[in-house]
């Protein structure tokens, strides 16, 4: 068996109705950004459908906490590129980090990190990982090489540009 893609990348267009007056990203569209890139990401690399999931059983994941640095402006009409990867997991949540970079990942434009929690819409709760889904995380899971903190962590990715 292949094993799995560990970071997922993807470019988008920022567009025009997302940004405020001075042409930049408007900082809460960042958060829609690179929430859509995963989305699309898990699908297209895994065959992963966050959708398809919550449709047919009513789970899905929601956005609990987010730690979010915007570094660089991402500009109207510019094509960037959006890293992701899945940091750890637990019986109820994930921890993602996303990367957001210029078209030739010159500049970094923002580092997330984001707690989601695992949530049952019929009971308004959180919801336990099936066991599938606990082997599936652990197949992609790319924790960084020795626990920082979120500052720590920036610093380090600025190191490389």
């Known amino acids: 068996m292949n094993e799995m893609k ?29 929430m859509t890139a995963r989305g699309d990401q898990l699908i297209d690399n895994y065959n992963f459908d966050i959708y398809k999931i919550l449709n047919e059983q ?21 094509e960037v590129v959006i890293q992701t990867r899945l940091l750890s997991f637990s019986e109820r949540s994930l921890h993602m980090e996303a990367l957001m970079w210029s078209q030739d990942k010159s500049s970094l434009k923002a580092v997330m990190w984001a707690k989601l929690v695992h949530f049952n819409l019929k009971t308004q709760k959180s919801h336990a990982h099936h066991e ?3 082997t599936f995380f652990s197949s992609i899971e790319n ?10 962590r ?8």
Request: net charge negative; hydrophobic share 40%; charged share 20%.
């Open 6 to 34: 560990k970071v997922l990348e993807s470019k988008m267009k920022i567009r025009f109705h997302d940004c405020d007056p001075f042409n930049h990203l408007n900082n809460s569209r960042y958060l829609d950004y690179i």
């Open 58 to 78: 009513n789970v899905g994941w929601v956005m609990a906490q987010t730690q979010i640095s915007y570094l660089a402006p991402a500009l109207v009409m510019e």
């Open 143 to 152: 924790p960084l090489s020795h626990p920082l903190s979120f500052e720590e």
């Open 132 to 134: 599938t889904l606990m």
């Open 154 to 161: 920036i610093k380090t990715v600025k190191e490389v540009i």
